[in-house]
C-alpha cells in the first residue's frame, strides 16, 4: 500500500484548503483511514479518522471546522479544512494503521500553512 497527500498549501486565517490521500494497493474500501499532524518539536497528533462505512471521529480543536470523508472508487480520504486558523499550520499525513498483513502505513506529508 502507498498513501500519497496532496492539496496543502499557504492560506490566510479564516480560508479553506481540501487535502486528498490517494491510495494505491491493498483493497482501500476495507480500512480505517487517519488525517495526523505534526509541528516541529511537537508528537504527530490525530486529527480525524474514517471508518470502512464512514464513521467519523474529530479532534476537538478541529470539530465543525473539519470534515472527513472518503470515496471508495477513488481510493482517495479528504479532509476539507474551513475557518483555518494559525494554529492548523503543520504538515499532514495520511494514515491506515491495520492495512493489508495488519501492516501500518504512513503517506508523506502535505505541508498546510495559515497566515494570521
Known amino acids: 500500500v502507498q498513501l500519497q497527500a496532496s492539496g496543502g498549501g499557504l492560506v490566510q486565517a479564516g480560508g479553506s484548503l481540501r487535502l486528498s490521500c490517494k491510495s494505491s494497493?491493498?483493497?482501500?474500501?476495507?480500512?480505517?483511514l487517519h488525517w495526523y499532524r505534526q509541528t516541529p518539536g511537537k508528537e504527530r497528533e490525530s486529527v480525524a479518522s474514517?471508518?470502512?462505512?464512514?464513521?467519523?471521529s474529530y479532534a476537538d480543536s478541529v470539530k465543525d471546522r473539519f470534515t472527513i470523508s472518503r470515496d471508495n472508487i477513488r481510493n482517495t480520504m479528504y479532509l476539507q479544512m474551513n475557518n483555518l486558523r494559525p494554529e492548523d499550520t503543520a504538515v499532514y499525513y495520511c494514515?491506515?494503521?491495520?492495512?493489508?498483513?495488519?501492516?501500518?502505513?504512513w503517506g508523506r506529508g502535505t505541508q498546510v500553512t495559515v497566515s494570521a
Open positions: 474514517i471508518t470502512n462505512d464512514h464513521g467519523a
Open positions: 494497493g491493498g483493497n482501500f474500501k476495507l480500512y480505517t
Open positions: 494514515h491506515m494503521p491495520h492495512g493489508p498483513y495488519s501492516r501500518s502505513y
